[in-house]
């Protein structure tokens, strides 16, 4: 398992997702020296909304840019969020 700072996180998003989708890789993602929260690929988690989702996304061309402008916003918009559950 691979750790990363959330400000590393926020600066090298696209090529820590990419190790995160192309090899499978799990990531603790660090804040204040604190694990704060794990970034996984979806074919790692066992609920049944997560594998009817990678069913459906294997089929279909997935737009990187889009999944990854989505995620940055994601960060953005829930930073204070991340910040308070890793006190």
Do not use: C, H, W
């Amino acid at each position: 398992m691979l750790t990363v700072g959330f400000s590393e996180l926020r600066a090298n998003l696209t090529s820590v997702t990419n190790q995160v989708i192309q090899e499978g890789e799990e990531i603790t993602v660090f804040k204040r020296n604190q694990p704060a929260f794990k970034i996984v690929p979806l074919g790692l988690d066992s609920t049944s909304e997560n594998k009817e989702a990678v069913a459906e996304t294997s089929s279909e061309t997935i737009d990187q840019e889009k999944i990854l402008g989505a995620a940055t916003s994601f960060i953005d918009r829930y930073e204070s969020v991340f910040e308070r559950l890793s006190q």
